[in-house]
């Protein structure tokens, strides 16, 4: 059975600062991970995709890694800013090609002026 | 243009009610999904659509049921609702497979009462 956690659960930063977001999944056996950010009152945007055969993604200053032997990923946020507050959750495929997501609880974070 | 909507976007009704959640996609998307987000922020699959074919029934209340008249709708129909039918449900889809981009409509908080 497929689980995901993210740690840590809430974090709170001052704006400018650099930061990771960790996942961690206890089935290895996936296709792809996929990392979102959830607003207060809001649905889910997809930030970015990893596939399996991939080591990490990037866009602006998202970076995303993947180590699927591990069952870990990261999103790295550079140089954050106040806009960046929100919550952030990884998913994966339950099982190999499965269209099932498997989230985890999130991160929430929050970036201060 | 929104990628995928949702309505209602509130929805306050008394237990024992009748109600349904609409969702629409112009993405041209083959696969229509509906999440559940309950009160611990945890999200859920409940059912996905694949052209039109029903293709993943987690185990959902029969009370539960989608319809889905064109691969652009996936319309989510609650019988008989529960307090704990209490939740925030989203609709989202993607192409068709699991390594693909999961797009999330802004979701339906529905409270029962």
């Known amino acids: 059975k497929q689980e995901v956690t993210q740690i840590p659960a809430a974090l709170s930063v001052p704006e400018g600062e650099n930061l990771v977001l960790n996942c961690s999944f206890t089935?290895?056996?996936?296709?792809?991970l996929q990392w979102f950010r959830q607003d207060p009152g809001k649905g889910l945007t997809s930030l970015l995709l990893i596939q399996s055969s991939q080591r990490e993604q990037t866009s602006g200053r998202l970076n995303a890694s993947l180590d699927k032997s591990s069952g870990r990923s990261t999103l790295y946020i550079a140089a954050s800013q106040p806009g960046d507050s929100a919550t952030y959750l990884c998913?994966?495929?339950?099982?190999?090609?499965?269209?099932?997501?498997?989230f985890g609880k999130g991160t929430k974070l929050t970036v201060n002026p | 243009d929104t990628a995928v909507s949702q309505t209602p976007k509130y929805l306050v009704t008394q237990m024992g009610n009748d109600k349904s959640i609409k969702c629409e996609q112009n993405l041209g998307h083959d696969t229509m999904y509906w999440y559940k987000q309950d009160s611990k922020k945890f999200l859920k699959i409940m059912f996905s659509y694949n052209n039109k074919e029903l293709i993943i029934n987690e185990t959902v209340p029969n009370r539960f049921s989608p319809k889905s008249p064109d691969k652009a709708h996936l319309n989510l129909h609650i019988n008989s609702l529960e307090l704990g039918d209490s939740a925030v449900y989203f609709c989202?889809?993607?192409?068709?497979?699991?390594?693909?981009?999961?797009?999330f409509g802004e979701g339906s908080w529905l409270t029962v009462v």
């Open positions: 998913a994966v495929p339950r099982g190999g090609g499965s269209e099932k997501l498997v």
């Open positions: 089935d290895s056996a996936i296709y792809n």
């Open positions: 989202a889809s993607s192409l068709q497979g699991g390594g693909n981009t999961i797009y």
